[in-house]
C-alpha cells in the first residue's frame, strides 16, 4: 500500500463517519448507538462474534426481519462488523477501515459482497429499496475513505 492510499484508507475523523451516518438514521432499520435499546444492544453483543467497544458505534443496521438485533451491521471509528444468518457465509465478521477501502462492494443476491469470501447477508430487509440503501451507505463511506 502506498502512503497516499495508507492516508485516504483512514477515516479522516470521526465527524465524516458521523455525517454520512446521520443523512441515513431516518429508516427504521439504521439506528444511531445512542437509540439502542439496552435489550438490543445486549441481543447483539451476545450474537455478534465480533463487537466493537460501544463508545466507538456510530451506527447500528439491523437486517434481522423481526427487527431482534441479532443481526446486521455496525459502523464504528474503527471499522466494519457484522453477523449473518446461516444462509450467508463470511470468511470474517470484521473489517477495518483501511481493509474496507480497498474492496469492491456489489449486491449479490441478498447480501452485499465485499469480495474474499466476506458477505453482509441483507435478505431479512425485504426489499431491494432497503438493500440498495445499505449498499449506498457502504459505498459512500467507501469513497469517503478514498478521498
Known amino acids: 500500500m502506498t502512503r497516499k492510499s495508507e492516508e485516504a484508507a483512514q477515516l479522516p475523523n470521526a465527524e465524516k463517519l458521523k455525517e454520512i451516518c446521520k443523512s441515513y438514521e431516518d429508516a427504521k432499520e439504521f439506528r444511531p448507538f445512542s437509540a439502542l435499546s ?5 441481543t447483539a453483543k451476545k450474537t ?11 451506527l ?8 431482534k438485533g441479532k443481526r446486521g451491521f455496525i459502523l464504528s471509528q474503527d471499522g466494519i ?9 463470511t ?4 473489517l477495518a477501515w483501511e481493509d474496507f477501502a480497498e474492496r469492491e462492494l456489489k449486491l449479490k443476491g441478498f447480501a452485499v ?9 441483507l435478505a431479512g430487509l425485504g426489499s431491494d429499496v432497503k438493500r440498495n440503501k445499505a449498499l449506498r ?5 467507501k469513497e469517503a475513505l478514498n478521498e
Open 81 to 89: 462488523y457484522w453477523h449473518n444468518n446461516w444462509a450467508n457465509e
Open 137 to 141: 451507505l457502504l459505498t459512500e463511506i
Open 113 to 121: 459482497d465485499l469480495g474474499r469470501g466476506d458477505t453482509i447477508g
Open 91 to 94: 470468511y470474517r465478521n470484521c
Open 60 to 67: 447500528f443496521y439491523d437486517t434481522h426481519p423481526l427487527d
Open 38 to 42: 439496552a435489550k438490543k444492544l445486549k
Open 48 to 58: 455478534f462474534k465480533v463487537f466493537p467497544s460501544e463508545e466507538n458505534i456510530h
